[in-house]
């Protein structure tokens, strides 16, 4: 239960009360298991704001025409314009916190439980900061579609745990096809249009955990005999709440809401109360919500197919400072960072596995 401030009576002596023995302060367990944003960072830098990516087609080829071809020998034939795409460096954030080193003491027995307090503090800046980046990452990657590949598993009449099992050969079947599909030339699997082949090597996997645990436990060895395609089944995962189409129109949440979770970190009002929410977290109950920040939840998104060109992330700078107020006796910590939201480059893969 809650600590009610009051010390008990002592059992023999009434008119005087038991001491606290110890006071321990516990550091909040928040691993990062999910976090991968850290593999699709790119450096920004101080300098300037913005990165570009080109990407170019094939060319093409001709009849050769002999001697006749003397006749062209100035001709210029010069190549299609690249795409380009930037990646902006526009965003900043920052973490803000307040300790002292007197009258917060007065709340501690001894100086060690004091020190430990404010150190746990201090620490859970950095937390929160690689929170938010996981989170906001998280929640971008979940509801970017790009091609999407259905699995009709409906189709499927069976039950109980031949149900499962079909499911799961139906699924993998499916993304089997699909790798060996980019691995031939094809213009289907980039927004540009261009043609590319992948390397199954090269290609990534994000699970939903919901269907990765369904495939890993139920059907795996039958449909995948390529040791680099086992060896991916459990390189990158999310859980299914990350997984969603986004809202483009603004809303108002059910009074059960257990579907439409938040794109941004933001505060809602609930019965004039705050309540902040992460990236990936419910919008609180009965609560208006604005277009394009909120998703609704689509736990049937069985994976992407990607490539490790496929998301770009830009981190610019990240300084911490504090400052000490004299007539207070406080001390502010600031944690200041730039960087740009979550996108995806449009000549790189990107195939949502669906099951209907």
């Known amino acids: 239960m809650a600590y009610s401030g009051q010390l008990n009576s002592n059992e023999i002596f009434n008119g005087i009360y038991n001491m606290i023995i110890s006071q321990e302060v516990i550091s909040?367990?928040?691993a990062s298991n999910y976090a991968l944003v850290d593999k699709f960072k790119v450096d920004g830098g101080l300098y300037g704001d913005t990165k570009l990516f080109y990407d170019v087609d094939?060319?093409?080829?001709r009849p050769w025409m002999e001697d006749a071809e003397a006749a062209n020998?100035?001709?210029i034939n010069r190549p299609a314009s690249p795409e380009c795409q930037e990646i902006v460096m526009d965003q900043f954030r920052q973490i803000d916190i307040t300790v002292d080193q007197y009258l917060t003491k007065r709340a501690w027995a001894q100086e060690g439980a004091f020190t430990t307090f404010n150190s746990v503090i201090l620490t859970m800046v950095n937390k929160t900061k690689k929170l938010y980046e996981v989170t906001l990452f998280n929640s971008y990657v979940g509801t970017e579609?790009?091609?999407v590949v259905e699995v009709p598993v409906s189709e499927i009449t069976a039950t109980g745990e031949e149900k499962n099992r079909l499911e799961a050969q139906m699924i993998a079947q499916y993304v089997a096809d699909t790798i060996d599909e980019m691995k031939d030339y094809s213009r289907e699997?980039?927004?540009?249009?261009?043609m590319r082949a992948y390397d199954e090597g090269e290609l990534m996997f994000i699970w939903n955990t919901k269907y990765l645990n369904k495939l890993t436990y139920v059907d795996l060895p039958t449909i995948f005999h390529s040791e680099v395609l086992k060896n991916k089944f459990s390189e990158n995962k999310l859980p299914p709440r990350f997984f969603g189409t986004i809202n483009t129109s603004a809303g108002t949440t059910s009074s059960t809401n257990t579907t439409i979770r938040s794109l941004v970190e933001k505060d809602y009002t609930v019965s004039g109360a705050k309540v902040h929410?992460?990236?990936g977290d419910l919008v609180p109950k009965s609560t208006a919500y604005l277009a394009n920040e909120t998703y609704t939840v689509d736990e049937d998104v069985v994976c992407k197919i990607i490539t490790k060109d496929t998301y770009k992330i830009m981190s610019a700078f990240e300084t911490a400072t504090e400052f000490f107020n004299p007539r207070s006796l406080t001390t502010n910590h600031y944690l200041t960072w730039g960087y740009s939201n979550p996108d995806r480059l449009l000549g790189q893969p990107l195939v949502t596995v669906h099951a209907d």
């Open 277 to 279: 929410v992460f990236p």
């Open 145 to 147: 579609d790009g091609k």
């Open 58 to 61: 094939v060319l093409k080829s």
């Open 189 to 194: 699997y980039n927004d540009y249009g261009f």
């Open 73 to 75: 020998l100035l001709a």
């Open 28 to 30: 909040p367990a928040l």
